[in-house]
C-alpha cells in the first residue's frame, strides 16, 4: 500500500484548498480511508474518513466547511476544504486502514498553513 498526497499550501482564512491523496495497491471496498491532521504542539486527530461501506466520519470542527470524496476508478480521496481558519493549520496526513485488520498506513504528510 501506498499513499501519495498533494494540495496542501498557503492560503489566507476563508480560503479553500482541495487536498488529494493517490492510494495505490488497495480496494476501497475493503479499506477505509480518509484525512488525519496534526497541529504543532498537538496530537494526530481525525479530519474526515470514508469507511469501506461508504459511511463517514466527519471532525465536529470541520463539518460544514471541509467534504471528503472518493473515486474508485482513479484510486483517489479528497479533502475539500472551504472557509479555511488559522487552526486549521497542520499537517494533514492521507490514511488507509483495511477492513476488519489492525493494519494501517500512512501518506507523506502535506502541509497547509493557514493565515489570519
Known amino acids: 500500500v501506498q499513499l501519495q498526497a498533494s494540495g496542501g499550501g498557503l492560503v489566507q482564512a476563508g480560503g479553500s484548498l482541495r487536498l488529494s491523496c493517490v492510494a495505490s495497491?488497495?480496494?476501497?471496498?475493503?479499506?477505509?480511508t480518509g484525512w488525519y491532521r496534526q497541529a504543532p504542539g498537538k496530537q494526530r486527530e481525525l479530519v474526515a474518513v470514508?469507511?469501506?461501506?461508504?459511511?463517514?466520519n466527519i471532525a465536529d470542527s470541520v463539518k460544514g466547511r471541509f467534504t471528503i470524496s472518493r473515486d474508485s476508478a482513479e484510486n483517489t480521496v479528497t479533502l475539500q476544504m472551504s472557509n479555511l481558519k488559522p487552526e486549521d493549520t497542520a499537517v494533514y496526513y492521507c490514511?488507509?486502514?483495511?477492513?476488519?485488520?489492525?493494519?494501517?498506513?500512512w501518506g507523506q504528510g502535506t502541509l497547509v498553513t493557514v493565515s489570519s
Open positions: 490514511y488507509a486502514q483495511r477492513l476488519f485488520s489492525s493494519s494501517d498506513w
Open positions: 495497491g488497495i480496494t476501497f471496498s475493503r479499506y477505509t
Open positions: 470514508i469507511r469501506s461501506g461508504g459511511s463517514l
